[in-house]
């Protein structure tokens, strides 16, 4: 059990130093320099995309996971990329997106239905030539939509893996990752309208890993990163 224990914490260890490095590495030394990059249309859209893909959001969330699965040699399937379930799982996971559409809408910040859309390079990519315009979307959609999504999920099984609890819809692994999810994209706050926000959040983000651990399928989450965030 004590070496069990070891692993998971070793494993959740890598993850967070990796993500520290690069956030550490695109604040401090690269940020400006991969932005002018990103914006510099004298460059083809497909390397633009790959580059600040690649080296930003994979790197943040992607990048540990992986080197965790490759190192502990587990594969990806082990976390609920399966057909069981898949339906339940992609409905129930989109219908935890529900009370935060309706915040944005009422708050006026929804905006024509479009994945990926809030992604900076999006517009761009939509409005390319039709080879490149396919290319980069679909890196977009495998670093902003499956990876982020997946990488949710990897955290949530190990943590709760090494915090168990005894009740079935208290899970102390998927509340981690709402709470890290408000940190990193800024949803905390302190007026009525923030407020509203960070919770309708940390309902998404709970939701949906709870619903991943209820059907045993991680499909949920993926999309809703996929067809959900970013793209209203």
């Not at 490759?70 to 990329?81: A, N, P």
């Not at 679909?138 to 915090?163: M, P, Q």
Request: with cysteine.
């Amino acid at each position: 059990m004590n070496s069990k224990k070891n692993r998971l914490i070793i494993d959740l260890l890598l993850i967070s130093i990796t993500m520290a490095i690069v956030l550490v590495i695109l604040m401090a030394v690269i940020g400006d320099k991969l932005n002018q990059f990103a914006y510099d249309q004298s460059k083809n859209i497909i390397y633009r995309v790959a580059l600040i893909g690649i080296c930003g959001q994979f790197g943040i969330a992607g990048l540990g996971i992986t080197i965790v699965c490759l190192l502990r040699k587990e594969s990806f399937t082990r976390f609920g990329l399966c057909k069981k379930n898949f339906l339940h799982s992609v409905l129930l996971s989109l219908a935890c997106c529900v009370p935060d559409f309706i915040n944005c809408y009422m708050q006026g910040k929804v905006h024509r239905w479009c994945p990926f859309w809030d992604v900076n390079t999006t517009p761009e990519v939509l409005s390319s030539p039709w080879f490149d315009m396919v290319i980069a979307y679909l890196i977009t959609a495998i670093c902003w939509g499956f990876f982020e999504g997946f990488n949710y999920v990897v955290i949530r099984d190990k943590l709760s893996e090494l915090f168990t609890s005894k009740y079935r819809f208290w899970d102390w692994g998927a509340f981690a990752c709402a709470l890290m999810c408000i940190i990193i994209h800024g949803c905390v706050g302190v007026t009525p309208d923030a407020l509203l926000e960070m919770l309708t959040t940390i309902f998404l983000i709970y939701g949906m890993l709870i619903v991943r651990k209820e059907t045993g399928n991680a499909w949920g989450c993926i999309f809703v990163f996929l067809v959900y965030w970013n793209a209203l």
